[in-house]
């Protein structure tokens, strides 16, 4: 899938929390007293990271009607997927959103593994399935929505054979 963060820069001093892309904010269901929504994190954003304030700077400031407001409620998905979290927001305002107790599902590995032979893989990168070149993790083809159609692409990239 993607690399894995090394631990000792998560701890860094220098680290930058990641800013959650008002792109990747999606509303579930709006009811009469709050909302739901669904968030996909950046590639470099750990759990941890849902403790800081500002994350949510950038979708509080872009006067998005998916701002966040008190008592709306998040479902928030890892970039691989590994890990989910559901949180109802305690406060926001326009520099950013708390989130009450984040309750973190870790997401089992899958059981089916995802389809490669010796030159590509067929891996998620956080918008749908899509063909990497294990040599140096260069995308080549662009994302479907399931592994089988990823895999229908990667055997696209060989040459047909002469009948």
């Known amino acids: 899938m993607n ?51 500002e994350i949510w700077r950038r979708l509080q400031a872009s006067g998005s009607r998916n701002a966040l407001k008190k008592h709306d409620r ?31 599902t870790t997401m089992p590995e899958r059981y089916d593994k995802l389809f490669q032979d010796d030159k590509y893989r067929v891996a998620w990168n956080g918008h749908g399935y899509v063909v990497e070149r294990k040599s140096d993790g260069h995308v080549m083809a662009a994302a479907v929505a399931n592994p089988d159609l990823a895999a229908r692409l990667l055997a696209q990239l060989y040459p047909a054979r002469a009948a």
């Not at 690399?3 to 990747?24: E, F, G, V, Y």
């Not at 009469?32 to 403790?51: G, H, N, T, Y």
């Not at 890990?83 to 984040?102: H, N, R």
């Open 3 to 53: 690399k894995a963060i090394d631990p000792a820069s998560l701890k860094s001093a220098n680290r930058q929390t990641p800013d959650i892309d008002p792109a990747r904010v999606s509303l579930q269901n709006a009811g009469q007293i709050w909302r739901e929504f669904m968030v996909r994190c950046p590639a470099d954003m750990v759990s941890d990271d849902l403790k800081h304030p």
């Open 74 to 104: 998040v479902y928030v998905v890892s970039f691989d997927e590994a890990w989910v979290a559901e949180a109802i927001v305690a406060s926001a305002d326009g520099k950013g959103a708390v989130l009450a107790k984040p309750r973190i």
